[in-house]
């Protein structure tokens, strides 16, 4: 019997608080978090006093409005809190409490506002058009512009009151999957490629992924797919409850589809998502010659999902301390000016806008929280010797900055960017960091495992992420046509866009197509195709800002400013890109290629 010591993950109440982020600038305490939370209670009765009146003049829509916004606020600020504290061990029972008590006083509180949408909606035109020119209105001008756009698809008082209420319910299914896939599924010990016993985790998974010793990738990809294997059927039904969830309320609204709904608040035409998807398969014979690559110079016969992450040049050793992760990522961001980089080297250090490292329970992944009352927090798995973790800190920090300059120049009502221009502003980040990588590599090995890390940049932002967007049009598509989601139904779906994307000489396992019972981000549907997008975005725009001059470089840093000030493709084609033409994506899979020849040429 082996007596070697398991490696496991540090309690939560073992992590140096230097190494946590710094949730005092919301809430000092929990006491103070319930405190206010009393406060938001005694608030939201108050939009009655607004009901039914909201035509009568400018200076009562403009008061209304005004309370909506302070309430809104308050919430966000309560809602953050406790959200953070859940990621921080999410089988921590008190701040899953809180987080159930505000969603709970939040649901009432839309059931209370929840004729505004309606009673604004049944203000005739004319009216409106005289409120709209009223100093009162002129904060609230362009939500009301965006209101209005919603005519088509808002229901009657009475209607929207009872999908208002059906709010808490309706992230049953997210809140159910989050707790089994973080917190219950338990996964066992691995022995990694020095011979220490692993706890396997969704957090430890990526870095067995990445291990130069191929029995400890299969054997790690083999033993997390067993605990999705034994729980399909449940898997299954949250994400068909889910997507469920969102045709239903496309249909409750008349939107044309789950996707329409999807598209309508971003104003982006069904055409751009569309055309990712023409676009990418167009260019799938540059992935399959990729992998082909893969194949060779890893000295495989056949090659597997688990031989796809690992770097080729497994035996470059890179090991980067938070420290020095915070240097390189803030040096390769100098042609954004020293303010912005003086601004992040604070927040990544003493700042303390970022929890660093894994502990037990902690929710896995990473994510950038903005926060009008607080910091612009970052959640992290930082592990040193996975590169991968440094472009992972530049991509959080992107959407930490975005939001930074946002809070800075836009008021409370505004300052809140879609996820369509946020994954530009992260992917940006990381061109940054590759291009400077490449320009300080001291040989072509290194230089070889940069440009594959950037192809691979590249495979995981635009490649998959598109695959992933199939996926949900497919899905959702054929809810609205009254097919059942069953667990064979998805794996079916799964598996044969695998095989599309994956091509004909890539060996699929057989639990490969479980993977789509496992991806966070199909609870929020039709998001990931923005991480293709707005790759392709940055691509352009970065190199628009390395060869350009201080024109340049103002019009991203005023992109960043933005907030929501304008509906994306504006923001972004005033920054310098059109996404509504076909360019972009071209040029970032034709970048792809070029990459694929050149390490090919490396090696």
Not at 169 to 196: T, Y
Not at 252 to 263: F, P, T
Not at 581 to 591: C, G, I, Q
Request: glycine share 6%.
């Amino acid at each position: 019997m082996s007596t070697a010591t398991v490696i496991r993950l540090p309690e939560r109440t073992d992590v140096k608080p230097e190494d946590t982020w710094d949730l005092s600038k919301l809430y000092d305490s929990d006491e103070a978090w319930n405190a206010s939370l009393e406060e938001f209670k005694k608030m939201y009765p108050s939009y009655e006093q607004f009901q039914g009146k909201l035509g009568d003049s400018a200076e009562t829509l403009a008061a209304c409005l005004k309370f909506d916004s302070e309430l809104e606020r308050l919430g966000e600020r309560l809602g953050n809190y406790a959200y953070l504290k859940t990621t921080e061990d999410q089988s921590n029972s008190t701040y899953q409490k809180m987080v159930g008590q505000f969603q709970n006083v939040a649901t009432r509180a839309g059931e209370a506002g929840s004729y505004l949408r309606p009673e604004i909606l049944a203000i005739d035109d004319a009216t409106m058009a005289s409120f709209m020119q009223h100093p009162a209105l002129e904060l609230y001008r362009l939500s009301l512009e965006r209101l209005t756009r919603y005519k088509l698809y808002t229901l009657g008082e009475k209607e929207e009151q009872l999908l208002a209420m059906q709010g808490e319910m309706a992230g049953s299914a997210s809140k159910i999957f989050r707790q089994l896939h973080d917190a219950d599924l338990k996964f066992g010990d691995v022995e990694n490629e020095k011979g220490e016993t692993v706890e396997l985790s969704p957090s430890t998974f990526s870095q067995f992924l990445i291990s130069p010793d191929r029995k400890v990738r299969k054997a790690a990809f083999h033993q997390f797919y067993e605990q999705f294997t034994a729980h399909e059927n449940s898997l299954a039904a949250m994400l068909s409850g889910s997507i469920q969830t969102d045709v239903y309320y496309a249909r409750a609204r008349g939107y044309d589809s789950a996707l329409h709904s999807a598209l309508y608040s971003d104003n982006v035409p069904q055409t751009v998502y569309d055309s990712l998807i023409a676009a990418v398969r167009k260019n799938l014979p540059s992935l399959f010659k990729y992998y082909d690559l893969r194949k060779r110079k890893m000295g495989l016969e056949q090659i597997h999902h688990y031989d796809t992450y690992v770097p080729i040049l497994s035996d470059i050793d890179v090991e980067h301390s938070w420290e020095a992760a915070t240097d390189v990522v803030c040096d390769s961001l100098a042609p954004l000016g020293e303010q912005y980089v003086s601004v992040l080297r604070e927040g990544l250090s003493s700042g303390r806008w970022c929890d660093r490292y894994p502990n037990a329970g902690k929710q896995s992944g990473a994510f950038s929280y903005g926060t009008y009352d607080g910091n612009p927090y970052i959640m992290m798995n930082y592990k040193p010797k996975v590169l991968n973790d440094v472009f992972t800190l530049t991509h959080e920090a992107g959407h930490s900055m975005h939001s930074y300059y946002s809070i800075q120049n836009q008021p409370f009502e505004y300052y809140n960017y879609t996820i369509f221009v946020a994954e530009v502003a992260s992917t940006f980040n990381e061109q940054l960091l590759t291009r400077h990588m490449l320009d300080n590599a001291t040989d072509d090995r290194f230089k070889a495992y940069l440009i594959n890390n950037e192809i691979d940049s590249i495979r995981s932002t635009i490649i998959r992420q598109t695959m992933f967007a199939e996926f949900e049009k497919i899905t959702h598509e054929m809810c609205e046509a009254g097919e059942p989601l069953t667990v064979d139904a998805f794996k079916e779906t799964y598996g044969n866009l695998l095989k599309d994307y994956f091509g004909p000489d890539f060996v699929l396992d057989d639990e490969l197509p479980l993977e789509c019972l496992r991806i966070p981000h199909f609870y929020r549907a039709f998001y990931v195709y923005k991480y293709a997008t707005g790759l392709s975005a940055a691509i352009a725009l970065s190199q628009r800002v390395l060869n350009g001059g201080e024109s340049e470089l103002s019009d991203y840093l005023s992109f960043l400013k933005g907030g929501c000030s304008k509906y994306p493709l504006d923001l972004l084609r005033d920054a310098g890109v059109d996404l509504e033409k076909p360019e972009p994506v071209d040029t970032a899979l034709s970048r792809f290629a070029e990459l694929v020849d050149e390490l090919d040429s490396l090696l």
